[in-house]
């Protein structure tokens, strides 16, 4: 079953397109990796995925499972993410997070943030959501810096933080925007081999933006490659064979 598709789609802010005549579509439950250099597009697309932005042609739709959080249809089907924000449940680990280093929240309150979209307005989080918390800071090897102020941590350490606080979502999809950006080498395999961990027991659709294709390599199923404005999608070693072919060339 298709996640998400895109239909002729054109992205881009205002007059300016970034991205032309898409028409893919991402499978439930499926590694799907975005391969591009900077300014290439990658969160454009996701910013679209996620509803944050509509596109100026084209249309996305979502398939909303039957009591899915923001969910208008009680059967299931697909809606367009633009007018229904939040019908699918999003683990986002962004490029560039707006969490303020100055405000004085600790690491286990900012994993904890990641509880918002699971509780309604009015509830406090619960043990279960608490515990959450504390394992997937553990499964990023965070739980020695669990009660420090984020704001004191590593660049390294911050990545780790805001890829626990996405998993706290218990997510259907995560999608990540260059996740590994500040993160340490001996750290980037291991969170790597984690995401597929993630994937490969609870069959969630994993949605990872990278400018280097061989972080990819072993766990994506199939790989999108932007370049120009355009996007190539094929099974992950067709696009890592061509990408390697390119940086040759």
């Given at each position: 079953?298709d996640l998400?598709?895109?239909?002729n ?21 499926e ?11 990658k969160?454009t697309?996701l ?19 039957a009591g899915?959080?923001g ?11 633009s007018?229904?924000?939040?019908a ?5 680990v962004?490029?560039?997070?707006s ?16 509880r ?5 307005p009015?509830?406090?989080p ?5 515990d959450l ?5 553990a499964?990023?090897?965070?739980s020695?810096?669990?009660?420090q ?15 626990a606080?996405?998993l ?8 990540l925007?260059?996740?590994l950006?500040?993160?340490s080498?001996?750290n ?21 933006a990278?400018?280097?294709s061989?972080?990819?390599?072993g ?6 490659l932007?370049?120009?404005g355009?996007?190539?999608v094929?099974?992950a070693d ?12």
């Amino acid at each position: 079953m298709d996640l998400a598709r895109f239909d002729n789609v054109t992205l881009g802010y205002k007059r300016r397109a970034v991205l032309s005549n898409l028409n893919f579509a991402i499978r439930e439950g499926e590694f799907f990796g975005i391969v591009g250099g900077s300014r290439s597009g990658k969160t454009t697309l996701l910013r679209a995925m996620l509803g944050i932005l509509k596109p100026t042609r084209g249309e996305i739709v979502v398939h909303v499972r039957a009591g899915e959080a923001g969910a208008m249809l009680p059967d299931g089907g697909y809606v367009n993410p633009s007018d229904t924000p939040g019908a699918v449940r999003f683990g986002y680990v962004p490029q560039r997070d707006s969490i303020d280093d100055v405000f004085p929240l600790a690491v286990r309150e900012i994993v904890l943030m990641g509880r918002q979209t699971a509780l309604g307005p009015l509830q406090w989080p619960t043990a279960r959501d608490r515990d959450l918390a504390e394992k997937n800071l553990a499964q990023v090897g965070l739980s020695e810096v669990a009660g420090q102020r984020y704001r004191t941590l590593s660049s390294d350490q911050k990545q780790r933080v805001l890829i626990a606080r996405a998993l706290t979502a218990e997510p259907r999809v995560m999608a990540l925007d260059v996740p590994l950006d500040g993160v340490s080498q001996e750290n980037r395999r291991a969170i790597v081999e984690l995401l597929a961990r993630m994937h490969a027991e609870n069959r969630t659709t994993v949605i990872y933006a990278t400018r280097r294709s061989e972080e990819l390599s072993g766990s994506a199923e199939r790989l999108m490659l932007l370049q120009a404005g355009a996007a190539r999608v094929g099974p992950a070693d067709e696009i890592l064979d061509a990408t390697r072919a390119a940086a040759k060339s």
